[in-house]
């Protein structure tokens, strides 16, 4: 079984930056991709950034330019450098990987945490 921890967030103003990790801990897996989606009150989860095992990138156009996704294949780990806050990024920040664990294929979330960008 494979886990996340996350850690990061909080409570920032406008124009400000955070930042969020993410760790994934278990036996005999490999991620493919890892990434962040998030959830605003009301809203539908949306994908945020992701990275695959190679290094490619794919980010939501309303953070590119502002957002960084990076990743540490030793540690199974990814980070979101969040900057130019605005208080539309408001939302619950997940960080999801999937990949292969033994002779089964994995998708997994971490517990969520909370970023709110006051104006």
């Known amino acids: 079984q494979v886990q996340l921890g996350e850690s990061g967030g909080g409570l920032v103003q406008a124009g400000g930056s955070l930042s969020l990790s993410c760790t994934a801990s278990g036996t005999q897996f490999s991620i493919n991709t890892m990434g962040w989606l998030r959830q605003a009150p009301g809203k539908q989860r949306e994908l945020v950034a992701a990275?695959?095992?190679?290094?490619?990138?794919n980010y939501a156009d309303s953070v590119k330019g502002r957002f960084t996704i990076s990743r540490d294949n030793v540690k199974n780990a990814v980070f979101l450098q969040m900057n130019s806050l605005k208080p539309e990024d408001t939302a619950v920040y997940y960080c999801?990987?999937?990949?292969?664990?033994?002779?089964?294929?994995?998708?997994?979330w971490g517990q969520g945490t909370q970023v709110t960008v006051s104006s």
């Open positions: 999801h990987a999937e990949g292969i664990a033994g002779p089964f294929k994995f998708e997994t």
């Open positions: 990275v695959t095992a190679d290094g490619n990138t």
